[in-house]
T-cell receptor, first 113, second 112 residues
Framework: SQTIHQWPATLVQPVGSPLSLECTVE??????LYWYRQAAGRGLQLLFY??????ISSEVPQNLSASRPQDRQFILSSKKLLLSDSGFYLC????????????FGPGTRLTVL | GDSVTQMEGPVTLSEEAFLTINCTYT??????LFWYVQYPGEGLQLLLK?????DKGSNKGFEATYRKETTSFHLEKGSVQVSDSAVYFC???????????FGSGTRLQVQP
């Protein structure tokens, strides 16, 4: 069966510090991968998605970037965090015959102080 | 562009009450429609989906019917339990797109 991992689970970082969040998927090959952000009291906003290694599409211009160095690894980064980067970051994958169905990881709660 | 509108929460119900959470959408193509649930402290889980008009998705006693004429996908459950307390998100994936568009979520609180 497929499993999606995210780490860390929680993170508190000062403004201006760098960020690296990691997501890995097990049990599937060539998945589509996604990063979403859920700000406090709001819905989910798609940040990036990837259909293959090195292929990244950005949905919203921002202070963040994404990379996919391996087939089942997706990394969200920032060189300098802003207060507005605080939120709950969710990684998701989709693949196979149900490409329209996404499966979400447990999330990382980021607080920027 | 695509958008999803959900009713404002929180929705507070007593156990065994009937639940309806309204969801309407706008899309340029022929979207698939979804309900996701987020339990406290957890990520999102797919609850149910429907891929074409008049389809009914169902799971765990929850149901939603894809109504193209009213562009709606309302979530219903006949008898809620305390364990159903969570945030519910309506979402769509439009034709040719690879990403979901989510509503803002509706918090459900079920009291014993």
């Amino acid at each position: 069966s497929q499993t999606i991992h995210q780490w860390p689970a929680t993170l508190v970082q000062p403004v201006g510090s760098p960020l690296s969040l990691e997501c890995t998927v097990e049990g599937t090959s060539n998945p589509n991968l996604y990063w979403y952000r859920q700000a406090a009291g709001r819905g989910l906003q798609l940040l990036f998605y990837s259909v293959g290694i090195g292929q990244i599409s950005s949905e919203v211009p921002q202070n963040l970037s994404a990379s996919r160095p391996q087939d089942r690894q997706f990394i969200l980064s920032s060189k300098k965090l802003l207060l507005s980067d605080s939120g709950f970051y969710l990684c998701a994958w989709s693949a196979g015959t149900s490409i329209d169905t996404q499966y979400f990881g447990p999330g990382t709660r980021l607080t920027v102080l | 562009g695509d958008s999803v509108t959900q009713m404002e929460g929180p929705v507070t119900l007593s156990e065994e009450a009937f639940l309806t959470i309204n969801c309407t959408y706008t899309a340029t193509g022929y979207p698939s429609l979804f309900w996701y649930v987020q339990y406290p402290g957890e990520g999102l889980q797919l609850l149910l989906k429907a891929t074409k008009a008049d389809d009914k998705g169902s799971n765990k006693g929850f149901e939603a019917t894809y109504r193209k004429e009213t562009t709606s996908f309302h979530l219903e459950k006949g008898s809620v339990q305390v364990s159903d307390s969570a945030v519910y998100f309506c979402a769509l994936m439009d034709t040719g797109r690879r990403a979901l568009t989510f509503g803002s979520g509706t918090r459900l609180q079920v009291q014993p």
